[in-house]
């Protein structure tokens, strides 16, 4: 007997419903369906699921005056959204990596960078900054100093300078950044009436939101040396307490924050990102050695020794047991220098001068760096990157990339003229297994195509007994504006004429037309997959099957490992008369991508077995070059396997995939069916 699963009603007037049998499906009891209620406008042909929504489309808007009905239509043809007065072709749609309109099925290419003419014409501001932390905090609750302490930032120097002033020396005004020099220190009085204290983090973030707030100025870059480890902690740390009034995203990788973004005009990011190297080392890169680093003891700086004033502190607040034997023994010369002249050592003026001396160092290496990436590339590598290597890619695209060269690896991987996920497949071969049907889809053939259009379903099954056609949808939840995960900002644009809202309306325009042409419509969200996938072991099991990952189709992205690493043997011990050498292999991966081969293009698609059969008889792939998708059994007499393959979070070479899983180390037992790997591998 056929269940009916509901998922939303609502209560409207002059409706249309439209309800979707669902088949039975084993231990499947959140598979939730689509009652379609709809409000029809006979004007722009959309679609509305309530009075308010459709009385709210035909109000005067802000588009000088028009209503969103007079704005935007709605093609029957091709069940899109378009904007009224536009040129319309059915058969294509916007590629965002294009950046054009393309026919479905089209393969895109790298493009080259092109300037945005559209910019604002506003310098750009670059702001660097140092922080000094004092160490005198315990990290623990139970106040014991002997274990980790925290560090607390009691001073930051900040230099800004805009693309018009970067020439200038900073004690010279600008009309766009004014005083170009700040000083935060630690308020030993605190914030009257509240008892708290105005932290130097705090009153730097006050600083940054001002300037950032400035309609001069295009975009606020903050750059410091090392800040994804350390001063960008301070920064994340702080702006997510503080009230801003836009959004806060970091890009994280592990611990370290590679870039942090304050609304669309302020960034934080790390020049150790594109000069790998300390910055003590930076004056003599970019020549400007008649600055140094100078010395300045660390350990010293607590809340007792603020005022400080006499001779210099003990060698050991330098932490010399840090440093290497060279830097070591400058800090030694250094020290018995400032010894015997008799300084004096006043620690308010000496942090103050270590502080800015770095950000002096920081900036002029920043900006010399920047001139001469302008002149070569024309790319300022602050503003338009992150990391040295997307500048060397920018810089590639922008001078030497060739037209249609590089092909975009198509979202999902290669097969067809459409990619499906690997959830759909999974969710399709489960149904399989459950209902003992058949059912055409990508994972094993070409999709089915609905009879008088170009619509393409997930799955099809056509029952013979009954003379029923079925077509199984799996909706992702993004790719098709899931009005559970997706809450707010359905109308936001994401790109040209499209909106979480019109993906919706799409794929239930789309519904209306299978079950319109006889289609008995099973579909399941990918929320909705997800939970099941959580509260079904049998399915958890079936996804860990080998055939799972069989009939997956193959992403090139799969082929990618990593790098291998790993000693051969652990200790030896040397006998008598005999010497032992070591290999080490370094720089591999430089040296392959300057002697070894790129593929050009799009790659051409062998999956029928018989073109398979062709190419490599008798499965012989010495032919081949290329990427392969197959099932092998290795040999189990290799001391060093060759084939990779992940596992716990690892990658790991291995004979017997049942071992790798069990992480058996005994004698293996296994079967040739439970020892051989299934995977993606260059041939």
């Not at 004092?134 to 302490?149: A, F, I, V």
């Not at 092909?407 to 209902?435: C, D």
Request: aromatic letters at 10%; glycine letters at 6%; hydrophobic letters at 35%.
């Amino acid at each position: 007997t056929p269940i009916i699963f509901v998922r939303r009603v609502m209560s409207v007037t002059n409706i249309a419903v439209v309800t979707f049998v669902l088949i039975r499906v084993e231990n499947v009891v959140n598979l939730r369906l689509v009652i379609l209620i709809k409000n029809i406008c006979t004007e722009c042909s959309r679609h509305f699921y309530g009075d308010d929504c459709f009385e709210n489309h035909l109000t005067d808007g802000p588009r000088n005056g028009a209503t969103v009905c007079q704005t935007f239509r709605f093609c029957r043809a091709c069940r899109r959204r378009t904007t009224y007065g536009e040129t319309h072709d059915c058969n294509k749609f916007h590629c965002n990596i294009c950046d054009n309109d393309e026919e479905y099925g089209h393969q895109c290419f790298m493009s080259r960078v092109i300037e945005d003419k559209k910019r604002s014409k506003n310098p750009n501001a670059f702001l660097f900054y140092d922080f000094e932390a004092r160490q005198d905090e315990p990290l623990s609750q139970d106040g014991n100093l002997t274990g980790p302490r925290k560090h607390v930032p009691n001073l930051c120097i900040s230099h800004l300078v805009c693309e018009n002033c970067c020439d200038n020396e900073v004690c010279d005004n600008c009309a766009i950044c004014c005083k170009r020099e700040e000083i935060f220190t630690e308020e030993e009085e605190g914030v009257v009436g509240t008892g708290k204290q105005n932290s130097v983090v705090d009153q730097f973030l006050k600083y940054i939101e001002a300037v950032g707030k400035s309609p001069l100025i295009r975009t606020l870059i903050c750059i410091a040396h090392n800040s994804q480890g350390y001063d960008a902690q301070f920064i994340l740390n702080a702006a997510l307490r503080y009230k801003f009034s836009c959004s806060v995203k970091p890009i994280i990788n592990g611990t370290k924050i590679i870039l942090l973004e304050i609304g669309n005009k302020i960034k934080f990011i790390d020049s150790l990102n594109f000069f790998h190297m300390p910055l003590s080392a930076l004056p003599k890169t970019f020549g400007f050695s008649e600055i140094g680093k100078g010395h300045f003891p660390h350990l010293f700086n607590t809340k007792e020794n603020q005022h400080y004033i006499g001779p210099v502190p003990a060698i050991e607040f330098y932490s010399p047991g840090t440093l290497k034997p060279k830097a070591r023994q400058e800090l030694e010369e250094w020290y018995e220098e400032e010894r015997r002249a008799n300084k004096l050592f006043d620690f308010r003026e000496e942090i103050v001068k270590y502080c800015r001396s770095d950000v002096i160092i920081l900036r002029r290496a920043c900006l010399e760096f920047r001139k001469l990436n302008l002149e070569i590339s024309g790319i300022c590598p602050f503003s338009e990157c992150t990391t040295l290597a997307s500048l060397s890619m920018r810089t590639y695209r922008k001078l030497f990339l060739e037209e249609k060269s590089i092909g975009v690896i198509p979202r999902g991987g290669y097969r067809f003229t459409r990619n499906q996920s690997k959830s759909a497949i999974i969710w399709l071969m489960w149904l399989e297994h459950t209902q003992n049907i058949d059912i055409v889809h990508a994972g094993k053939s070409k999709e089915h195509t609905v009879e008088g259009s170009n619509i393409q379903i997930d799955g099809y099954h056509y029952d013979q007994v009954n003379d029923r056609k079925y077509a199984f949808q799996f909706q992702g939840c993004y790719w098709h504006g899931c009005p559970l995960c997706f809450t707010t900002e359905r109308a936001r644009e994401i790109n040209k004429n499209d909106s979480l809202f019109a993906r919706y309306e799409r794929t239930q325009a789309i519904n209306g037309l299978l079950t319109g042409q006889g289609y008995i419509l099973v579909e399941i969200w990918e929320c909705e997959f997800q939970a099941m996938i959580n509260n079904t072991p049998e399915l958890q099991a079936f996804i860990e099957r080998n055939d799972v990952k069989v009939c997956v189709p193959m992403d090139p992205r799969d082929a990618f490992y990593g790098g291998r690493t790993g000693n051969i043997v652990s200790h030896y011990d040397v006998k008598d008369g005999e010497k032992i050498n070591y290999f080490d292999v370094c720089s591999l991966y430089p040296f392959t991508c300057k002697t070894g081969k790129y593929p050009l293009g799009h790659p051409e698609i062998l999956f029928d077995p018989e073109d398979i059969e062709k190419l490599c008889p008798n499965n012989d792939i010495s032919r081949v070059e290329g990427l392969i998708k197959c099932t092998v059994l290795p040999p189990d007499s290799l001391y060093h396997p060759v084939l990779p393959m992940k596992a716990h979070q690892k990658l790991m070479f291995v004979l017997c995939r049942k071992c790798c899983q069990l992480q058996n180390n005994q004698e293996c037992t296994h079967t040739d069916s439970e020892g051989q790997l299934t995977g993606a591998w260059v041939s």
